[in-house]
């Protein structure tokens, strides 16, 4: 009736049990006492892959019933810093696949989760490359703590376009901007 548990190894090394239960195609629950999260990979055409972050159901966010989309990002803000996203992947253990045309979640841990997330939504609506670079430094150099505060704001707030425009100002240098004409 119910798939058998799975063990899984979690990034401290030893093996957490985590138990799906699948009806009709749809994740219940997973069992683990720490947020779950995926990622996932989609490819849309020959350059053009998305990668996206989702967070799981699980024991530790009982408001959480189906998979929640944290971010995604594709396209050229992606290739502009895909081999930062796949080094982190990389270091967490995570196996890239680019070439399917869409591909399973894979586990990934809360620390690069968080911080994918964030980089992700901070990055989508952004066009100047420079900055971009910018941002993407000040995210790499963030705490878990300061990367979570700024991912729970932009997630939850009832303005999070404010939040992330705070965040962008913050991690960018005014000195480098150009002055404006009036």
């Not at 090394?13 to 990979?41: H, Q, W």
Request: glycine share 6%; with cysteine.
């Amino acid at each position: 009736m119910f798939p058998p548990p799975q063990s899984l190894p979690s990034h401290e090394g030893e093996n957490m049990t985590r138990l799906a239960r699948v009806r009709d195609e749809k994740v219940t629950m997973i069992d683990t006492s720490t947020p779950c999260y995926e990622v996932r990979f989609r490819r849309h055409g020959a350059a053009d892959c998305e990668i996206q972050i989702w967070q799981m159901p699980s024991i530790a966010t009982p408001q959480i019933k189906e998979p929640l989309r944290v971010a995604g990002l594709r396209g050229r803000n992606l290739d502009l810093i895909e081999h930062r996203v796949l080094r982190r992947l990389a270091a967490a253990g995570v196996k890239v696949d680019l070439v399917g045309s869409a591909s399973k979640g894979r586990a990934l841990d809360e620390e690069t989760a968080l911080r994918l997330g964030l980089l992700f939504r901070v990055l989508a609506p952004m066009r100047n490359r420079d900055r971009m670079r910018a941002i993407a430094d000040g995210v790499e150099a963030m705490s878990r703590e300061e990367a979570a505060y700024w991912l729970g704001m932009a997630i939850h707030r009832k303005n999070p376009r404010r939040v992330l425009t705070a965040l962008r100002y913050l991690l960018t240098d005014p000195s480098s901007e150009e002055p404006k004409c009036v």
